[in-house]
């Protein structure tokens, strides 16, 4: 990307086109008949070549359109054109499957394999397992409940102080130094989510019921086994993921029990309640000391300096216009990055709200971008070109743990204090990370309990997980139902322990780079590098990193963490 500044086009300047379901049907189904027909193997390459072309286009077509849409969610004609782009995402993919399928059994298949390597043909056969005709519909029904639950969200508007905000916009009053001041806004929270707690509990439940469905339709024995099937995990299962959420507990929870008993001292409270925990410090938690208008300009030299490249690629992205870094009315909520196939360009979303969040996230969004332009060439397949998610959550995790000596940048004097409270927050995400995980496995294992049952569900969960949390009267919270904002459990099941194994990664890179920055900084490039040519735990290997599975390594790391923290 640094090389091609001046041919790079202006976000601005990228139009969306409605992609044409029929046209996009026709193209693929004939070159689905040419690849099942030929024996020759360079016809058989044309034809998936061709097939990448076309996904690609529509591939590009969505994200722009889901972008256009989160950068003003009060504009119809995108709110209009994401849903259909979602209502035929479900026959695009079942078109995509039905190529996938025949490249499997086609009369080239064994030299394919030989020519391009495994890993496109375990994402075939994984493509082929998730969908077929009789599905369609629901899918379509799935993505509807996802996309309301979504705009519910970003609609959000909490009167607060004379002030009409988003839930982005409250955070800073959540996290202020005042706790009458986090008292009220916490209450102004509970009071929003505690009116619509019906209408979110009725959305998760249709989306518990039509995923169970689906799967069984597809021979599944429940929506869990469907649920890592859709998530890529090729050489991992959900035994593994369990035995992680149990070392998570036995060493990572202790930690964080600690972490809250010296919170409370340094707050000197005598009890710490759930409103309280946001708030890290006595004086208040660190922010940056940049203004949020020179969020890209510092932005651009943070990572020119990370990784000694001028210009950066952040500086080239926010130069052409794909980044949005604050937040304002009718933006969506959240954080990420989305690629846009047909440009090779990765566009970075976020609501920066002046809070210390704001840095990890532009650091985190930043590493996903850095990887996806480092692996934009490393296959023909845009299959391949990203990896499974959790390696992915290690690009841009790692990324905030790598940043730890340059937070000057942005936090000057107070850089020290940033790098406690990112610790800290690593600390107490990982066992909310594994608490949200284990929620999802008991609610799709057992699809049939009620919205009470569920909740029911979280508490005992909390209990496990986050001992101690104190609720002090907020009812919708006092209730169990704090799982309904987080938007993972709603959107995209089973993700949020991606994060998790990512941490554990990302924090073995930071533990090396505190002894050898650079010989961290070239695992990790090795790792961005090989983009998604091959499964999560071969990937480590070839990047010379831990698995997160390994007991020993979650151990190693607590007590590297807890001497950083001073615990």
Request: aromatic share 12%.
């Amino acid at each position: 990307m640094e090389h091609n500044i001046n041919s790079m086009p202006d976000f601005k300047d990228i139009k969306y086109e409605r992609p044409d379901i029929e046209e996009f049907e026709t193209n693929i189904k004939s070159l689905r008949f040419k690849l099942m027909s030929t024996r020759d193997i360079e016809i058989a390459q044309d034809a998936l070549f061709e097939y990448e072309k076309y996904v690609s286009k529509f591939n590009t077509a969505y994200a722009l359109c889901n972008i256009l849409h989160d950068l003003d969610t009060s504009d119809k004609f995108y709110t209009e054109e994401l849903e259909y782009c979602e209502e035929i995402a479900a026959r695009v993919e079942e078109l995509c499957s039905g190529i996938m399928s025949v490249m499997l059994s086609c009369p080239c298949a064994e030299e394919l394999k030989e020519r391009f390597g495994d890993m496109i043909f375990l994402i075939a056969e994984n493509s082929r397992k998730q969908i077929n005709n009789t599905v369609i519909d629901d899918i379509v029904t799935e993505s509807g409940l996802e996309n309301d639950y979504a705009q519910l969200q970003s609609e959000a508007e909490i009167e607060y102080m004379g002030k009409k905000l988003n839930l982005s916009m409250l955070e800073p009053y959540l996290e202020s130094t005042n706790r009458q001041t986090r008292i009220e806004a916490t209450k102004k929270l509970d009071e929003y989510y505690m009116t619509r707690k019906e209408t979110y509990g009725k959305i998760y439940d249709d989306l518990v019921k039509i995923r169970t469905q689906i799967a069984k339709k597809l021979g599944f024995n429940n929506f869990t086994e469907l649920g890592y099937v859709r998530m890529q995990r090729f050489d991992y299962n959900a035994d593994d993921v369990k035995v992680f959420r149990e070392n998570v507990v036995k060493y990572i929870v202790p930690l964080s029990v600690q972490i809250r008993k010296n919170q409370t001292k340094r707050l000197e409270l005598e009890k710490l309640m759930f409103y309280d925990q946001p708030c890290l410090f006595k004086n208040g938690n660190p922010k940056p000391q940049i203004k949020l208008e020179d969020y890209n300009k510092v932005s651009g030299e943070f990572f020119a300096k990370i990784f000694e490249t001028t210009p950066s690629f952040f500086d080239v992205l926010s130069e052409h216009g794909f980044t949005d870094l604050i937040s304002r009315r009718n933006k969506s909520t959240g954080g990420y990055c989305m690629y846009l196939d047909d440009y090779a360009i990765p566009y970075i979303f976020m609501n920066g709200n002046g809070t210390a969040d704001d840095v990890a996230t532009i650091v985190h969004e930043g590493g996903h971008a850095y990887a996806a332009v480092k692996s934009s060439e490393v296959s023909p397949f845009q299959e391949c070109l990203s990896p499974t998610l959790e390696t992915c959550e290690i690009h841009s995790t790692a990324m905030e743990f790598l940043s730890y000596r340059f937070m000057d940048m942005f936090y000057g004097s107070d850089s020290d204090k940033y790098r406690q409270l990112h610790m800290t927050n690593a600390m107490l995400f990982i066992p909310y990370g594994c608490m949200v995980d284990e929620f999802q496995h008991i609610v799709y294992d057992n699809p049939d309990m009620t919205p009470d049952e569920r909740n029911e569900v979280w508490k005992n969960l909390e209990a496990k997980y986050q001992p101690g949390i104190n609720y002090d009267d907020h009812p919708f919270h006092e209730a169990g139902c704090a799982w309904m904002k987080k938007d993972h459990i709603f959107t995209t099941p089973f993700y949020y322990i991606d994060y998790c194994l990512s941490h554990v990664v990302a924090l073995a890179l930071w533990n090396e780079s505190e002894a050898d920055f650079k010989a961290a900084m070239i695992k990790y490039n090795q790792l961005c590098e090989l983009g998604g040519t091959d499964t999560f735990k071969k990937l480590l290997e070839a990047a010379d990193l831990p698995s997160p599975f390994d007991t020993d390594v979650i151990k190693r790391l607590a007590f590297a963490c807890c001497r950083f923290l001073e615990l």
